[in-house]
């Protein structure tokens, strides 16, 4: 990923911990929760792996876009919207780590390219050529925009209704334990669009 170490460990952190509770609750939540939860937590290890901020093998890439571009159409073709934003988002940011944007100085392009060729040939760098981050800026401006909306939306709704935490007896710790497992797999979500909102500002 793009953007500074001190960026990416906290994403990793963060990515991974919201991964690793998502994953044991579809294991012992309920079952209406199990699936989304899986979900969930595959997507956000996904984010915690592509955070990492050690330089990756130059395939890692394309790898990242194959499976999350797969995970995004596969979320689609069940309208599962919200999973298929996120999936096509990180497929989208993988790309740019592909192809970052250059700005070259003042040179012509044919004698800008001769020069990276030996410059690239010689294991030195080009300093008339800045990598600049990649991507789209508008694509990337809507899904900032997107992102930050889903934050805000998540965050509100993890105040629960006080009618839910209401009453006594079993039915009633089974029903405030549901609810309060759903409210961790809200702030979970909270933690993955925030997370995914720091990918896309280092993009």
């Known amino acids: 990923m793009h953007g500074p170490a001190w960026v990416g460990w906290p994403l990793v952190l963060l990515c991974a911990a919201a991964g690793a509770y998502c994953l044991s609750r579809a294991r012992t939540g309920p079952?209406?929760?199990?699936?989304e939860a899986r979900g969930e937590g595959l997507m956000a290890l996904g984010m915690a792996a592509m955070a990492w901020p050690v330089a990756p093998p130059s395939w890692s890439p394309w790898l990242f876009t194959a499976v999350f571009g797969a995970a995004g159409l596969w979320a689609l073709a069940r309208r599962h919207l919200r999973h298929a934003v996120g999936a096509l988002a990180m497929a989208y940011m993988a790309l740019a780590m592909v192809f970052p944007s250059q700005q070259p100085g003042h040179t012509g392009q044919m004698s800008?390219?001769?020069?990276?060729?030996?410059?690239?040939?010689?294991?030195?760098?080009?300093?008339?050529?800045?990598?600049?981050?990649?991507?789209?800026?508008l694509l990337t401006g809507l899904l900032l925009v997107y992102f930050t909306g889903y934050v805000l939306a998540a965050g509100v709704r993890l105040v629960p209704a006080a009618s839910?935490?209401?009453?006594e007896g079993p039915a009633a710790?089974?029903?405030?334990?549901?609810?309060?497992g759903a409210g961790v797999l809200r702030a979970c979500r909270v933690a993955m669009g925030i997370g995914m909102l720091a990918m896309l500002l280092v993009l």
């Open 31 to 35: 079952a209406a929760q199990r699936g």
């Open 112 to 137: 800008r390219m001769s020069h990276l060729g030996e410059m690239n040939q010689a294991g030195g760098t080009d300093p008339m050529v800045h990598t600049v981050p990649g991507g789209v800026p």
């Open 164 to 167: 839910a935490r209401a009453g």
């Open 173 to 180: 710790a089974r029903a405030g334990e549901t609810v309060a």
